[in-house]
């Protein structure tokens, strides 16, 4: 007979449960928890649901009672393992918004901490099945963060982005320690590989998506790529200046849309990241000083109208809309994020999943859950 289960994750453990599904101690989901209701036949689960809101941050609404820089400064707070990147998307459609264009070397400031951040908020997910190479791995992005850190000024929320720029330049000193970071980070991907192509072996066929399925709940990002959804934002729609480096971004695309597959697309995510990082540290060197920002009103009123601008996150597609009636304050602001699109498709991926293996499923589909509960 078929029975329901209530499963704990992470900090939900401490609510009422049947159960808890423990997750590996690095997985980011892990941490502050979910719920997934599960219904389970012969060992196997039929139907799953993952339960959210636990943590709600209601970011959304806060943003209608800040002015844009607050609003900004709010971006951040989300997303944990890419706060950056929330920054930015925000500060494209403000920017659209305003007719604003940032200088050159913001803009390939952005692109370098994007890529940097891509790396750091990629190599958790990677720890969690890595196996002996697990405790290197988690090092070396305590290394990516230390240098974030020296940087930016913050470990997790740095508030570094600006409607216009960027708060301060990326000096020859911290360009030496992020090139530092990146090649650690080259050369510990290429040794990292055979280790993910093995640990993830017993992967194959857990918790697919169809490329029908995976387009049907919006998905991108290296859930979407492992699926065969050929989409990646800084090609196919580029933004800053991505459209200058279109060669790079040729990574593979898989047709499994498994668990094994998910997991080498995160791996593949990285060495790409490599290249642009490399390119735009390149960049940075070849312009200089110059202005890192554009400077702006003592009051910043959002238009009237609406604005949406999106960019390829670590997990996938990150958007903001944007809505202004000539006030200070946005009248709407709304947040697209990777982790709710994949949220959503997980209850489809984990249906045929063996109740031994479930844990492994949850994880291969990577999720920041405050960026869920945002």
């Known amino acids: 007979m078929p029975a329901d289960q209530l499963l704990a994750i992470g900090a939900a453990a401490g609510l009422p449960c049947d159960a808890v599904l423990a997750l590996d101690s690095l997985h980011p989901s892990n941490h502050p928890g979910f719920q997934l209701r599960v219904t389970v036949a012969d060992d196997r689960v039929i139907a799953a649901d993952p339960q959210v809101g636990l943590m709600h941050r209601s970011a959304e609404k806060l943003f209608e009672s800040r002015d844009l820089r607050q609003a900004m400064l709010l971006a951040d707070r989300h997303d944990w393992l890419a706060p950056f990147t929330s920054e930015v998307v925000m500060a494209l459609a403000l920017e659209d918004a305003l007719g604003i264009v940032p200088p050159e070397r913001a803009t390939w400031t952005r692109m370098l901490l994007l890529e940097v951040e891509r790396i750091r908020a990629t190599l958790p997910f990677l720890a969690s099945v890595s196996g002996a190479a697990r405790e290197s791995l988690a090092a070396t992005g305590m290394q990516i963060t230390r240098a974030w ?115 080498l697309v995160l791996l593949e995510q990285v060495t790409v990241s490599v290249g642009l990082a490399r390119a735009a540290l390149a960049r940075l060197e070849d312009l200089g000083d110059g202005p890192i920002d554009v400077i702006l009103p003592k009051v910043v009123r959002l238009p009237e109208g609406t604005t949406y601008a999106s960019i390829e996150g670590p997990l996938g597609i990150s958007g903001c809309l944007a809505v202004g009636a000539g006030d200070k ?46």
């Open 149 to 263: 850190e020296s940087v930016t000024g913050a470990r997790m929320h740095p508030g570094f982005a600006r409607i216009g720029g960027v708060a301060t330049a990326v000096d020859a000193a911290d360009r030496a320690l992020l090139r530092d970071v990146v090649n650690l980070v080259d050369e510990f991907a290429a040794a990292l590989r055979p280790v993910i192509e093995a640990e993830t072996a017993r992967l194959g066929g857990l918790a697919a998506l169809t490329r029908v399925q995976a387009e049907g709940f919006g998905l991108g990002g290296p859930v979407g790529r492992a699926s065969g959804v050929p989409l990646d934002l800084r090609r196919d729609a580029p933004y800053l200046a991505y459209a200058e480096l279109t060669p790079l971004l040729e990574a593979p695309v898989h047709v499994e849309g498994d668990a094994r597959a998910r997991y």
């Open 329 to 374: 304050f946005p009248t709407r602001m709304k947040i697209r994020s990777a982790s709710f699109a994949t949220m959503s498709a997980m209850g489809t991926a984990l249906v045929g999943t063996p109740l031994p293996l479930l844990a492994d499923a949850v994880m291969s589909l990577p999720v920041v859950i405050g960026d869920v509960d945002r």
